[in-house]
């Protein structure tokens, strides 16, 4: 991918400029599509294969977010929907199928997965040439190393979010006091190791930190992953942080709402993400980086580079 950005975000009501995820997504996918129309001239498509186990709405939105996304870039798509009696063998037997066929670059399995299926033993199957969701033990030990393949999406995305607002504003993580929120080994975790191997100063932080607030006030980068709604309080920001908010949840009125509490810490950050509109459109759109990578990568073409 290239550095080009998007246009610059209006700001909130607060003054925090708004870092527009959707805007940033929408240039990542135009710029996919011409490298996927760059291999398909070669003869080259890049394949994903994504499976649905079970019927939970939620998974079948995101699912049909990525299959969208998919056919807008140019990504042939495969899509395996499995009633939610299906056993840790039977999805197994599928992973092995597609990780014996050539035309998939890429698999995901959409998580959470029903009761009885070990999730974990389904994510080590897939092929980690093939884990484009860089959840796979191999992948995130290559990311430990400073040697990423496959990054997992989310934290991937709040990089490149960092990295295209950053140029815009003379900006970088490099020398800067950043905190995460959280401590998955699908956002928080690999977020610290990216941010470190952005040469920040990384603290981790999570539902057993003793102070906080004290912790994110002295943060210039804030990552909140913790998956509680408005557990950062807007006074906690320290003036002029850049807010990155991954967590989305749906209030009793229906609105979306994130970890952070948005209307109070846009008074102090100098920008935020919007929840919707963050990074939930970029979480889709480096999905479809990895898939594109992992195709590159299988034939020794080389990632795509940022």
Same mark, same amino acid.
């Given at each position: #991918?290239?550095?080009?950005?998007?246009?610059?975000?209006?700001?909130?009501?607060?003054?925090?400029?708004?870092?527009d995820?959707?805007?940033? /997504?929408?240039?990542?996918?135009?710029? %996919?599509?011409?490298?996927?129309?760059?291999?398909?001239?070669? &003869?080259?498509?890049?394949?994903?294969?994504?499976?649905?186990?079970?019927?939970?709405?939620?998974?079948?939105?995101?699912?049909?977010?990525?299959?969208?996304?998919?056919?807008?870039?140019?990504?042939?798509?495969?899509?395996?929907?499995?009633?939610?009696?299906?056993?840790? =063998?039977?999805?197994?037997?599928?992973?092995?199928?597609?990780?014996?066929?050539?035309?998939?670059?890429?698999?995901?399995?959409?998580?959470?997965?029903?009761?009885?299926?070990?999730?974990?033993?389904?994510?080590?199957?897939?092929?980690?040439?093939?884990?484009?969701?860089?959840?796979?033990?191999?992948?995130?030990?290559r990311?430990?190393?400073?040697?990423?393949?496959?990054?997992?999406?989310?934290?991937?995305?709040?990089?490149e979010m960092?990295?295209?607002?950053?140029?815009?504003?003379?900006?970088?993580?490099?020398?800067?006091?950043?905190?995460?929120?959280?401590?998955s080994?699908?956002?928080?975790?690999? #977020?610290?190791?990216?941010? %470190?191997? =952005?040469?920040?100063?990384?603290?981790?932080?999570?539902?057993?930190?003793?102070?906080? /607030?004290g912790?994110?006030?002295?943060?210039?980068?804030?990552? =909140?992953?913790?998956?509680?709604?408005?557990?950062?309080?807007?006074?906690?920001?320290?003036?002029?942080?850049?807010?990155?908010?991954?967590?989305?949840?749906?209030?009793?009125?229906?609105?979306?709402?994130?970890?952070?509490?948005?209307? =109070?810490?846009?008074?102090? /950050?100098?920008?935020?993400?919007?929840?919707?509109?963050?990074?939930?459109?970029?979480?889709?759109a480096?999905? #479809?980086?990895?898939?594109?990578?992992?195709?590159?990568?299988?034939?020794?073409? &080389?990632?795509?580079?940022?």
């Open positions: #991918m290239t550095d080009s950005a998007a246009i610059p975000p209006p700001f909130a009501a607060g003054g925090a400029e708004l870092i995820g959707r805007a940033m /997504a929408a240039a990542i996918r135009g710029e %996919l599509r011409a490298t996927v129309e760059k291999l398909s001239e070669n &003869g080259v498509r890049p394949g994903l294969a994504v499976a649905l186990v079970g019927e939970d709405p939620a998974s079948a939105v995101y699912v049909g977010g990525k299959i969208k996304a998919c056919k807008e870039i140019g990504i042939r798509s495969i899509e395996a929907r499995l009633s939610a009696t299906t056993t840790t =063998a039977q999805l197994i037997e599928l992973i092995d199928d597609w990780n014996a066929d050539d035309s998939v670059d890429g698999i995901l399995v959409q998580l959470p997965l029903p009761k009885g299926i070990d999730t974990q033993a389904v994510v080590e199957r897939i092929a980690p040439d093939k884990d484009v969701d860089g959840f796979g033990a191999d992948n995130l030990g990311l430990a190393q400073g040697k990423p393949r496959l990054v997992a999406c989310t934290p991937f995305g709040v990089m960092l990295k295209r607002w950053g140029k815009l504003h003379n900006w970088t993580p490099a020398g800067k006091r950043a905190v995460v929120v959280g401590r080994i699908t956002v928080g975790r690999p #977020m610290a190791l990216l941010l %470190l191997g =952005a040469d920040a100063t990384v603290t981790i932080c999570h539902s057993r930190t003793a102070d906080l /607030a912790a994110v006030g002295q943060a210039e980068i804030v990552v =909140a992953a913790a998956g509680q709604r408005h557990l950062i309080q807007g006074e906690w920001i320290a003036q002029g942080a850049v807010v990155i908010d991954v967590g989305i949840h749906r209030g009793d009125d229906g609105k979306l709402t994130g970890d952070v509490d948005f209307a =109070a810490a846009s008074q102090r /950050a100098r920008a935020i993400t919007p929840v919707p509109g963050g990074v939930g459109p970029m979480t889709i480096m999905l #479809m980086a990895n898939t594109v990578s992992a195709c590159r990568q299988r034939r020794g073409l &080389g990632p795509v580079t940022g």
